[in-house]
C-alpha cells in the first residue's frame, strides 16, 4: 500500500507559503466577485498591472502595493486586526 495524505487535509499547519497562498487566493476571488479584470484592478489601484500579474502568480508584492489593491478592492479594513491580539501571560492580565 502506497497511500498518501496531506497532512494539511487533517492539521493546520500553517506556514509562509500556505498563508501567502490563501492571501493570493482571496485576492483573486474578491477581485473576481467585484467583476474587476487585473488590468482594472491596476488603474483603481495605481499598482502596476505587471505587479499584480505578478503577485497572482507568485505571491510577491510590496506591502504599500498590496495596501493599494485592498483598498481597491474594498478590504483595507481587513488589515486592521492584524498583531492586534492580545497576549495573555497570567490569568492577572486578563482580569477586567
Not at 497572482?56 to 491580539?85: P, V
Request: proline letters at 0%.
Amino acid at each position: 500500500m502506497d497511500n498518501k495524505f496531506d497532512i494539511g487535509q487533517f492539521v493546520n499547519t500553517f506556514t509562509e507559503q500556505s498563508v501567502v497562498d490563501g492571501l493570493v487566493g482571496r485576492v483573486k476571488k474578491k477581485r473576481k466577485q467585484m467583476k474587476i479584470s487585473q488590468r482594472l484592478l491596476a488603474q483603481k489601484s495605481g499598482v502596476a498591472y505587471s505587479s499584480i500579474r505578478r503577485f497572482e502568480s507568485t505571491g510577491e508584492i510590496s506591502l504599500s502595493s498590496l495596501l493599494k489593491i485592498a483598498h481597491a478592492l474594498d478590504s483595507l479594513k481587513d488589515f486592521e486586526g492584524l498583531f492586534k491580539g492580545q497576549i495573555i501571560v497570567s490569568l492577572k492580565d486578563f482580569e477586567g
